[in-house]
């Protein structure tokens, strides 16, 4: 085995089944930054380990060190996705930081359903989507402020860098404790029971359109957006990269358009002074020179 991968001092418990060196979390942390632009500290070595030993135990490697060459070896690309799934695994819920959707719902909506009346499009963007949850949830709220919206041409764009988590939105289908979480009322209207889990209905399925994107690459958009919501996703970024998201961010964002992010997160960069802050992590898009 390679002693440039297991020869560096480790910081670990003596308990563990592997150990992971300094050196293999420094490159593990470096490919993730690379392909993922999620910046691993020190602080987050024990996710990493807990994540990724279960990759060595169901491949069957030795050690740190032989899953790090597997990765960048020329057959391990498949696996390198593994990696970065399970790395960016994040939290969510259905109507998370449910104030941005009272305000998508009662202050945007409305709006935005007097556009489609008129024959124009309007586009939405969950980036960074996860399991779904989050742009099914968008396509609820949609619904429930403008129940004929499926009519008209709006679409919700969801995508996320992760395959796993968008073969899982693909799906909508999601355990009962996921699904208690969303008001009653809106989980029996757009929501099927099936066994022990609630499926989502094919009203908000005609609405999204998943997508395999990875914020650190181009994006290929034909239209700008009304809306986008990138909730929790930017934090693990570093702020030099955070601020050069957000500035594209407005390069496809509509004047008038809206940006949700996640309640940790801020607006950073030369974005500042074409977001104006509305609420709590919700931002209106007004560039500079005014809205046309």
Request: aromatic share 10%.
């Amino acid at each position: 085995m390679s002693t440039a991968l297991n020869g560096a001092v480790a910081k670990q418990d003596p308990g563990r089944e592997y150990v992971l060196t300094d050196k293999q979390f420094s490159l593990i942390a470096t490919l993730v930054r690379s392909e993922a632009g999620i910046n691993l500290t020190e602080a987050k070595r024990d996710l990493v380990y807990s994540r990724l030993v279960k990759r060595l135990r169901r491949l069957q490697v030795p050690d740190f060190g032989a899953y790090i060459e597997y990765v960048g070896s020329a057959s391990g690309n498949e696996e390198r996705r593994e990696l970065i799934s399970a790395i960016t695994t994040n939290v969510t819920n259905f109507f998370r930081e449910p104030h941005h959707f009272e305000h998508l719902g009662g202050a945007v909506m409305p709006v935005l359903a007097e556009r489609l009346k008129r024959g124009e499009s309007v586009r939405m963007w969950s980036a960074g989507c996860s399991d779904g949850r989050e742009p099914y949830t968008i396509a609820c709220t949609v619904l429930q402020a403008f129940p004929e919206a499926a009519r008209y041409n709006l679409k919700i764009l969801a995508s996320d860098l992760d395959h796993n988590s968008l073969e899982k939105a693909k799906e909508g289908r999601y355990s009962a404790e996921m699904v208690s979480r969303m008001p009653p009322a809106i989980r029996d209207r757009y929501f099927k029971r099936v066994g022990d889990s609630g499926e989502a209905s094919q009203q908000l399925r005609d609405l999204i359109a998943f997508r395999f994107l990875n914020l650190l690459n181009d994006w290929p958009f034909k239209q700008k957006f009304d809306v986008i919501f990138c909730r929790n996703v930017l934090i693990y970024f570093e702020q030099d990269l955070q601020a050069q998201i957000f500035s594209r961010f407005c390069s496809v964002l509509k004047p008038g358009g809206h940006l949700y992010i996640g309640h940790s997160e801020r607006v950073s960069g030369p974005a500042m002074k074409d977001l104006r802050q509305i609420g709590i992590t919700s931002y209106r898009h007004e560039p500079t020179g005014g809205i046309k």
